[in-house]
């Protein structure tokens, strides 16, 4: 199995969020793998506002929003891992904010390459090898040791592919230093 980080990309033809306005404790609990009911704090920048809107929309953070028809799509096609998405108005268009419950622990210290904190926990990470048993076959996940990436399998990678979904960056690389 093979794994891979999924990123918002705007490229020069699509709207970018450049901020959510969202308070503190809704990033660290959509950080902390938590549910959340209820998004009551909010206020969207958009840069490229006269340009396409994607299937994925972010800010390059934490903050995922999803089209109709990509959250369709992951209702479809995720069924180990819990996901709930609450629902948003973005410029023009209605989008699901995507918030992955739970946090996989699944980072093999042993073979991955990061500089620790003073308190021993990762700091950057440099290549991250994902021990594959822990993953508990979800092929959507955020890792506990670093919850800002979204990880895919590679049996979602294709069907992505294949559904031509807009605003998708698909990373090889394990580097979390770099996009």
Not at 1 to 7: A, E, S
Request: overall charge neutral.
């Amino acid at each position: 199995m093979k794994i891979y980080r999924i990123r918002p990309y705007s490229g020069d033809n699509n709207v970018y969020i450049e901020s959510t306005g969202f308070n503190k404790t809704i990033v660290f609990e959509n950080l902390d793998g938590e549910k959340i009911n209820e998004i009551k704090t909010f206020n969207f920048t958009l840069k490229n506002k006269t340009k396409n809107y994607p299937d994925l929309l972010g800010t390059g953070s934490s903050e995922f929003f999803v089209s109709n028809e990509l959250k369709t799509f992951l209702e479809k096609n995720i069924t180990k891992q819990k996901i709930n998405f609450i629902e948003f108005t973005i410029g023009k268009k209605q989008y699901w904010f995507l918030n992955i419950i739970g946090l996989r622990d699944c980072m093999d210290y042993k073979n991955s390459i990061y500089s620790k904190y003073e308190n021993n926990q990762p700091d950057e990470i440099t290549n991250l090898v994902i021990d594959e048993k822990k993953i508990d076959q979800n092929d959507i996940f955020r890792l506990k040791d670093n919850s800002i990436p979204i990880f895919i399998t590679d049996s979602i990678k294709i069907k992505l592919e294949e559904m031509n979904f807009t605003g998708i960056k698909i990373i090889e690389s394990m580097d979390l230093t770099v996009g």
